[in-house]
């Protein structure tokens, strides 16, 4: 029989392509999916017909324990969350519940469905759980590179987000017997990603500059430093993780930092154009409280699971601006189906 995953978050960057990955596996997939039309589960579809989906939202309780029910999963993924930070301040309380206390109502629904009580504690056979942590919860920094010992200083209400559904699966692990890992994972980007993101933000902001569709970007703080990786590489980590027999939690990560004005620099170069000429400083677009280096230590990850990183950073960004490149010329929209190569 194969075995069956269930991922929350399935119609967002890393949803996709761990789904990919596992299907490619064997699994047999089941994504949560919410709200009424929402046109990112058309898409989802479209892409990947194999798929079984199942309605849920993390903020309701009910609705987990049913998907938990029907999916019947050996290994659960909880990649839904409001991931982008600026928003986190705008929108804290929400940021909390769905990013925060989303991660307590899966963990819930896994344990009330596998029957598991501070009496009874995991058996063989158990639901196996994946909790997408975040570099995020460094926050600023106590020393660099930042391992699995790394103390965590958030600074923004996602940070803070994150770190309380970090130490909830930890609890629940120790608490109940349960298999349930985070991953730690720096950022990690592709010509799926968003375009609220950074890289993506310069990318597509290159090409379509490019294409004299613009003829300037503005942007935030160009002196943040961030460990950027492939996201395709990140997912088979994700996968590798929850393969292991004892629980535990990885950093993952290249070991490799940039400034945003290094990406920048690389993005409009491999579009053959002069960076100076187009960027212009935007304050309204700096942080209230900024996390400024990010470096990941992924010793742990590549000792005990074998995980290494394929995709450099200047491979990486020359494939995002690429893609952009293509999606344009072929008068496609980053929003739309094209937008998801
Ligand atoms: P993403 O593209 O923003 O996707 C977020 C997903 O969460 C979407 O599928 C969205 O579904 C879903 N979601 C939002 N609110 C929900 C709710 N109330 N109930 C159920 N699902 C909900 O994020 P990503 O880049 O793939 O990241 C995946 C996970 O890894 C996130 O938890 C993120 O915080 C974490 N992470 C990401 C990175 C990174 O660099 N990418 C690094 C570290 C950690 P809808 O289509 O319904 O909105
Ligand atoms: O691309 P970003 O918005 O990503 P950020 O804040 O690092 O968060 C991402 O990575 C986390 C892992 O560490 C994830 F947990 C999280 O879900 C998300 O995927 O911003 C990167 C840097 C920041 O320092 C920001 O201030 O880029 C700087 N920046 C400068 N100008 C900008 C801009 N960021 C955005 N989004 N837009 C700008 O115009």
Same mark, same amino acid.
């Given at each position: 029989m194969s075995r069956r995953a269930l991922i929350t978050g399935i119609t967002g960057q890393d949803g996709l392509y761990l789904a990919e990955h596992l299907l490619s596996e064997g699994y047999d997939v089941w994504g949560l999916i919410r709200g009424q039309a929402n046109p990112r589960v058309?898409?989802?579809?479209?892409?990947?017909?194999? &798929?079984?989906?199942?309605?849920?939202d993390l903020l309701d309780q009910g609705s987990l324990i049913s998907a938990v029910e029907k999916a019947a999963p050996d290994e659960v993924y909880n990649l839904g969350a409001i991931s982008f930070v600026p928003m986190?301040?705008?929108?804290?309380?929400?940021?909390?519940? &769905?990013?925060?206390?989303?991660?307590?109502?899966?963990?819930?629904?896994?344990?009330?469905?596998?029957?598991?009580?501070?009496?009874?504690?995991?058996?063989?056979?158990?639901?196996?759980?994946?909790?997408?942590?975040?570099?995020?919860?460094?926050?600023?920094?106590?020393?660099?590179?930042?391992?699995?010992?790394?103390?965590?200083?958030?600074?923004?209400?996602?940070?803070?987000?994150?770190?309380?559904g970090h130490f909830l699966t930890q609890n629940y692990r120790e608490s109940y017997g349960m298999h349930a890992v985070s991953g730690i994972l720096f950022n990690h980007e592709s010509p799926r990603r968003g375009t609220e993101?950074?890289?993506?933000? &310069?990318?597509?902001?290159?090409?379509?500059?490019?294409?004299?569709?613009?003829?300037?970007?503005?942007?935030?703080?160009?002196?943040?430093?961030?460990?950027w990786g492939y996201a395709g590489d990140y997912v088979r980590a994700m996968h590798m993780m929850l393969q292991t027999p004892t629980p535990e939690d990885y950093v993952i990560g290249t070991g490799r930092t940039h400034t945003v004005r290094e990406l920048v620099q690389a993005a409009f170069a491999a579009a053959g154009l002069d960076w100076e000429r187009h960027v212009v400083g935007d304050r309204s677009l700096h942080r209230p409280a900024e996390v400024d280096l990010l470096c990941a230590d992924p010793k742990k990850a590549r000792a005990q699971l074998g995980w290494e990183p394929s995709v450099s950073f200047e491979e990486l960004i020359a494939m995002m601006v690429e893609s952009d490149l293509r999606l344009l010329a072929d008068g496609g929209e980053p929003d739309q189906d094209s937008s998801w190569p």
């Open positions: 058309s898409r989802l579809r479209r892409h990947l017909p194999d &798929v079984r989906l199942v309605r849920g986190s301040w705008e929108q804290a309380e929400l940021t909390g519940e &769905v990013t925060g206390m989303g991660v307590l109502r899966m963990l819930e629904a896994i344990r009330v469905c596998s029957g598991v009580s501070s009496t009874r504690t995991g058996a063989q056979g158990q639901i196996r759980f994946y909790q997408a942590s975040s570099s995020e919860m460094f926050g600023q920094v106590r020393e660099t590179p930042q391992n699995e010992r790394t103390p965590f200083h958030p600074r923004s209400p996602y940070g803070v987000a994150k770190a309380y993101f950074v890289t993506r933000k &310069v990318t597509l902001g290159a090409a379509r500059i490019k294409l004299g569709l613009a003829d300037e970007l503005r942007l935030g703080n160009l002196e943040a430093r961030r460990d």
